[in-house]
């Protein structure tokens, strides 16, 4: 009977061993990605759309990396949409668009105020159906699709991104599209409308003690309707 080579023997028993340390490193690394990857989406679920920072820092690895980076990419473009939506309706120089200094300032033609005006309302206009675009789901799963991963890690961004916390979110952040739009286009429809009266009777007011007065009763009762109507 053949006797095994000691030297032999120990090459095969280091080479299993070996094999054993690389699997289980292997499933190691893989379970503390998906704890990081775990952890770093809670945070998220937990952050303000609006008012929290979003970035694209990712700290897993390997394919995880990737799938944490399509997560954190998707929602920092979201947020950072919904950050200019929040700023153009609360724009400073839009805000004195209705006021009387300025219509001091820019009567008789208000050139000024009507650009400023249609700008806003264009920004406005892309930013809303950026938004509207990125509820989409074929929208959301471009993200991982970038990535080129394997099946197993687009099933774990799914799980994620369609979760029922990332889903309810989704649907509040719809919600809060739809009351943004609605506010910012009612706040733009107002401001041109009054511009465009105080313009068309520029000599039925006067601006005095930094206050509007009329001479016409009825364009004063139009002017404040207009301006009771900003919600």
Do not use: R
């Not at 897993?60 to 919904?82: P, Q």
């Not at 930094?210 to 004063?220: L, Q, R």
């Amino acid at each position: 009977m053949a006797k095994i080579n000691p030297k032999l023997h120990l090459k095969i028993y280091i080479f299993i061993v070996a094999i054993m340390i690389i699997c289980i490193a292997f499933l190691g690394s893989n379970l503390i990605n998906k704890e990081i990857l775990d952890s770093e989406v809670s945070k998220i679920l937990n952050k303000n759309i609006i008012t929290s920072k979003f970035d694209k820092k990712t700290k897993t690895h390997g394919s995880y990396k990737k799938v944490e980076y399509a997560i954190k990419s998707y929602m920092k473009d979201y947020s950072d949409n919904m950050k200019k939506a929040n700023n153009i309706i609360n724009d400073s120089k839009l805000k004195k668009v209705l006021s009387a200094s300025n219509y001091e300032q820019d009567k008789p033609e208000f050139l000024t105020s009507t650009t400023l005006i249609t700008s806003k309302k264009s920004e406005f206009d892309t930013v809303i159906n950026n938004l509207l675009k990125m509820a989409d789901k074929k929208v959301i799963m471009s993200y991982i699709k970038k990535e080129n991963v394997s099946k197993k890690y687009i099933n774990l961004y799914k799980k994620y991104m369609f979760s029922n916390n990332f889903e309810n979110d989704l649907i509040k952040n719809k919600e809060s599209i739809t009351k943004i739009q609605t506010n910012g286009n009612n706040l733009l429809d107002i401001d041109a409308k009054v511009i465009n009266l105080l313009k068309n009777n520029i000599n039925t007011w006067v601006i005095k003690d930094n206050a509007i007065y009329f001479y016409s009763k009825s364009v004063m009762t139009e002017y404040n309707t207009l301006i009771n109507s900003i919600s």
